[in-house]
T-cell receptor, first 111, second 116 residues
């Protein structure tokens, strides 16, 4: 079993839709959870991160962690064509730069 | 300010050859990590350097190596290239060690390596 699992999609939605992106993880000791966005031909950029359980909101984006079910989610409200990208969940494994990434979900928002 | 610069952007090599990729971090950043991205395996951690020392290593064969210079620029080398090494190689820089959580990482746009 992979440490982080993510449905690769692709996911296509109409502009204005609410998007739900999800990952599951295997190790209950994980505490920090991150979401990265990667545009085509670019490197990933950090969208937001959360610690432990609960929600964190940043504009149209909400990250949610459910540690009891080892499930992390990213919600995008009022999705825009500019949100079309690959979204990757990531978990830091130690104090350094070692992150484990989900497979990434390719999102397309149609005007 | 300038971002993370990776050169070259694209590279085509033949099986059995070796290749060196370069990464110039953001000015002032001292930590550099390397990742391999493929459609099948996704993003996988290769190694991390801080102050010219390798601090962490992923599960890759010894053909993959790297180094960091005193100006924080980093290079990674892959010897005896295999077809499966075809990937996007990404470099990420951070102000200090512990970057993912403490300082955040900035990724470059990557080097696309194709092995034929």
């Amino acid at each position: 079993q992979k440490e982080v699992e993510q449905d690769p999609g692709p996911l296509s939605v109409p502009e204005g839709a609410i998007v739900s992106l999800n990952c599951t993880y295997s190790n209950s000791a994980f505490q920090y959870f991150m979401w990265y966005r990667q545009y085509s031909r670019k490197g990933p950029e950090l969208l937001m991160y959360t610690y432990s359980s609960g929600n964190k909101e940043d504009g149209r984006f909400t990250a949610q962690v459910d540690k009891s079910s080892k499930y992390i989610s990213l919600f995008i409200r009022d999705s825009q064509p500019s949100d079309s990208a690959t979204y990757l969940c990531a978990i830091p494994l130690d104090q350094g730069g070692k992150l484990i990434f989900g497979q990434g979900t390719e999102l397309s928002v149609k005007p | 300010k300038a971002g993370v610069t990776q050169t070259p952007r694209y590279l085509i090599k033949t099986r059995g050859q070796q290749v060196t990729l370069s990464c110039s971090p953001i000015s002032g950043h001292r930590s550099v990590s390397w990742y391999q991205q493929t459609p099948g395996q996704g993003l996988q951690f290769l190694f991390e350097y801080f102050s010219e020392t390798q601090r962490n290593k992923g599960n890759f064969p010894g053909r993959f190596s790297g180094r960091q210079f005193s100006n924080s620029r980093s290079e990674m080398n892959v010897s005896t290239l295999e077809l499966g090494d075809s990937a996007l190689y990404l470099c990420a820089s951070s102000f200090g060690y512990g970057g993912a959580l403490l300082y955040g990482y900035t990724f470059g746009s990557g080097t696309r390596l194709t092995v034929v």
